[in-house]
C-alpha cells in the first residue's frame, strides 16, 4: 500500500484546513488508518485515527474538538479536516496505515505516507 499526503499549506491563526491521503497499490482492506504529526525538534505524535470499515474514531486530546476524520472508502482516501488551527499546530502531517491496529501508538502502523507541510501563523 503506497499512502499520498496532501492539503498543507500556510494559513493563519484560527483558520482551516483539510488534508488527504490516498491509498493506492491495491484497496485498503486494513483495520484503520491514521494521521500523526512531527513538529521540528519533536517527537511524532498522534493526531486521529479512523476504523477503516466501522467508521469508529480516535482523536488526541491535543486537537479534540478542532478536527474531525473521515474516509471514503469507494475514494480509498482518508480526509483531516481542521478548523481553528493554532501557531502550536505548525508541522509536517503524516497519514499512516495498519492491517490490525488502530490506536495511538505509531509502531501499529505498517505503512507511511510523505508527509505535508503545515504551517500556521500568529
Known amino acids: 500500500v503506497q499512502l499520498q499526503a496532501s492539503g498543507g499549506g500556510l494559513v493563519q491563526a484560527g483558520g482551516s484546513l483539510r488534508l488527504s491521503c490516498v491509498a493506492s497499490g491495491r484497496t485498503f482492506s486494513g483495520a484503520a488508518m491514521g494521521w500523526f504529526r512531527q513538529a521540528p525538534g519533536n517527537e511524532r505524535e498522534f493526531v486521529a485515527s479512523?476504523?477503516?470499515?466501522?467508521?469508529?474514531?480516535y482523536y488526541s486530546d491535543s486537537m479534540k474538538g478542532r478536527i474531525t476524520i473521515s474516509r471514503d472508502k469507494a475514494k480509498n482516501t482518508m480526509y483531516l479536516q481542521m478548523s481553528n488551527l493554532k501557531p502550536e499546530d505548525t508541522a509536517v502531517y503524516y497519514c499512516?496505515?495498519?492491517?490490525?491496529?488502530?490506536?495511538?501508538?505509531?509502531?501499529?502502523?505498517?505503512?507511511w505516507g510523505q508527509g505535508t507541510q503545515v504551517t500556521v501563523s500568529s
Open positions: 479512523i476504523r477503516w470499515y466501522g467508521g469508529g474514531t
Open positions: 499512516a496505515a495498519s492491517p490490525d491496529y488502530s490506536g495511538p501508538d505509531s509502531g501499529g502502523y505498517d505503512y
